[in-house]
């Protein structure tokens, strides 16, 4: 029998399953489809928000915060699964009148936004 039942088999209630079940608890997924598809098989390890500078300052922190944490989670993952996350770090694109504004918000969140202007 289950300590926890989690309904939605996404990443974030299979995150939540994970944390869970280290803490000991037992768990159990229901999901009516596939666990990790649809909206997390799109979009799972998108940290950021698209335009960051957009955005309030509690959502830039919780941004940050994410990107420095997921690489360590998607090792310990790859670690305890053998399965390949497939964790890739890149950057964005950004319009020209952006420009100013993610360079300020850059500078504000230390962010190593590294802009390349050309056609």
């Given at each position: 029998m289950?300590?926890?039942?989690?309904?939605?088999?996404?990443?974030?209630?299979?995150?939540?399953?994970?944390?869970l079940s280290l803490a000991g608890m037992k768990?159990?997924?229901v999901e009516r489809g596939?666990?990790?598809?649809?909206?997390?098989?799109?979009?799972?390890?998108?940290?950021?928000?698209?335009?960051?500078w957009r955005y309030s300052d509690p959502v830039s922190a919780l941004a940050k915060w994410g990107q420095g944490f997921y690489p360590e989670l998607i090792e310990e993952i790859n670690s305890e699964t053998g399965l390949d996350a497939e964790l890739i770090q890149n950057g964005l694109l950004m319009l020209?009148?952006?420009?100013?504004?993610?360079?300020?918000?850059?500078?504000?969140?230390?962010?190593?936004l590294q802009l390349k202007v050309g056609s």
């Open positions: 289950s300590d926890i039942l989690i309904i939605g088999g996404g990443i974030i209630g299979m995150l939540t399953a994970r944390e768990v159990t997924i596939e666990a990790g598809h649809e909206s997390s098989w799109a979009g799972g390890g998108i940290i950021s928000p698209l335009y960051p020209d009148d952006e420009q100013d504004a993610a360079l300020t918000w850059a500078k504000k969140w230390q962010s190593n």
